[in-house]
């Protein structure tokens, strides 16, 4: 990619910053409310493991807490914050005949929102969930082994990609329907069920984890969560960070493949 291009991206994202940090009040208000949840996942843990006593597939009550304070650092940091919505908008209302007439890929331009979107989400909502994890800081039990941060932060790289791209492949559907909205809802679902943010993956019977991990959702937040808390390791994790890539490649070629096919369409519709 030439500098000239590099540069027309990095003044997107610019614009996307200053853009996005209009609403930070509502990003911090929204990170404050997302804590009722996990007051909630605490109070039932601790019932479930007052209960039965013991340990839960290797999870025992004080490791259950640190899983799900995981998962709401990495959600924070890798779901896309109505991107779905802002593209489904450009389509619906037109707004992408101004870009069509440019030198510049509409992937990369949202991809540039995103990553801006990203980093202003981040910066705001980090400092509560960082009060959080003090108050909890008799459940933290960081890693060890420096590798482990590493693997991580790629694990959490990819993650945030692949939900990037789901979400614009789903944005697209704009081409063809007006509303998205009970499509976007629907696959949600999935990702909150099925990706790890309900429960932790492992606890599932040994045949429904393995039909799992042949799904993008397990690739989303659970499989840096459990990089980071050692529940991968040897074969495991490099398999999981070889499909975590795969499924990177596809949902970036699937995202792709829906532009061109809906531009198609939206050409048609228009000419």
Request: aromatic share 20%; with cysteine.
């Amino acid at each position: 990619m030439s500098t000239s291009k590099i540069k027309k991206y990095v003044s997107v994202f610019n614009i996307g910053l200053q853009n996005t940090f209009v609403y930070r009040w509502n990003y911090f208000l929204r990170a404050l409310f997302g804590l009722i949840p996990l007051a909630g996942t605490v109070f039932l843990w601790s019932a479930v493991f007052k209960e039965r006593g013991g340990a839960l597939h290797g999870y025992d009550y004080s490791s259950m807490i640190y899983y799900y304070l995981l998962t709401l650092l990495v959600s924070n940091l890798v779901v896309p914050t109505e991107d779905e919505w802002q593209i489904a908008a450009d389509i619906r209302e037109g707004q992408i005949n101004a870009l069509l007439t440019k030198p510049m890929s509409y992937l990369g331009y949202r991809f540039s929102i995103f990553l801006s979107g990203r980093l202003v989400y981040s910066f705001v909502t980090l400092p509560p969930i960082a009060l959080i994890f003090v108050y909890f800081r008799d459940y933290i039990v960081p890693p060890t082994d420096p590798v482990i941060y590493v693997l991580t932060a790629i694990s959490i790289l990819m993650a945030a990609f692949i939900q990037f791209f789901i979400t614009y492949s789903l944005a697209m559907m704009a081409f063809w329907i007006l509303e998205i909205s009970t499509i976007v809802f629907i696959v949600y679902s999935f990702e909150y069920f099925l990706g790890g943010q309900m429960f932790p993956i492992d606890i599932m019977p040994s045949a429904v984890q393995a039909v799992m991990k042949w799904l993008p959702f397990y690739y989303e937040l659970f499989c840096p969560v459990a990089i980071f808390l050692g529940r991968l390791n040897g074969a495991d994790l490099i398999q999981a960070l070889a499909m975590q890539a795969g499924w990177l490649f596809l949902t970036w070629s699937w995202a792709n493949f829906m532009w061109k096919r809906g531009l198609g369409h939206y050409q048609a519709v228009g000419g």
